[in-house]
């Protein structure tokens, strides 16, 4: 059993920068593909980056070389870091936690969820 808690939300200018972190517990966090997704208002929970146990990522394209996901498994910990934040980016962020999958790009694969982080980019 996985619990994650995302932490690091909030409102930040067009151009900005915001750090998302997402706490795990249990002892085999390194086992797990961590990813982070987001939902706007209105929309489907999309498929944002993901980081792999041997530390493999991929982004979705509206992302790429804008965001940058990393871990740190002595901390059980994964991080999201955003910068050139715009508009479009607003949404409510998940942490997502998943053992056994194929693609890693969808949601379904995923087991565990957080709470989520409500990120507000304005114009």
């Known amino acids: 059993q996985v619990q994650l808690v995302e932490s690091g939300g909030g409102l930040v200018q067009s151009g900005g920068s915001l750090r998302l972190s997402c706490a795990a517990t249990?002892?085999?966090?390194?086992?797990?593909?961590m990813a982070w997704f987001r939902q706007a208002p209105g929309k489907e929970r999309d498929f944002v980056a993901h980081i792999r146990t041997g530390g493999s990522t991929y982004y979705t394209d509206s992302v790429k070389g804008r965001f940058t996901i990393s871990r740190d498994n002595a901390k059980n910990t994964v991080y999201l870091q955003m910068n050139s934040l715009n508009p479009m980016d607003t949404a409510v962020y998940y942490c997502a936690a998943a053992y056994y999958g194929g693609t890693y790009y969808t949601r379904h694969e995923y087991s565990y969820w957080g709470q989520g982080t409500q990120v507000t980019v304005s114009s």
């Open positions: 249990g002892r085999t966090f390194s086992r797990y593909t």
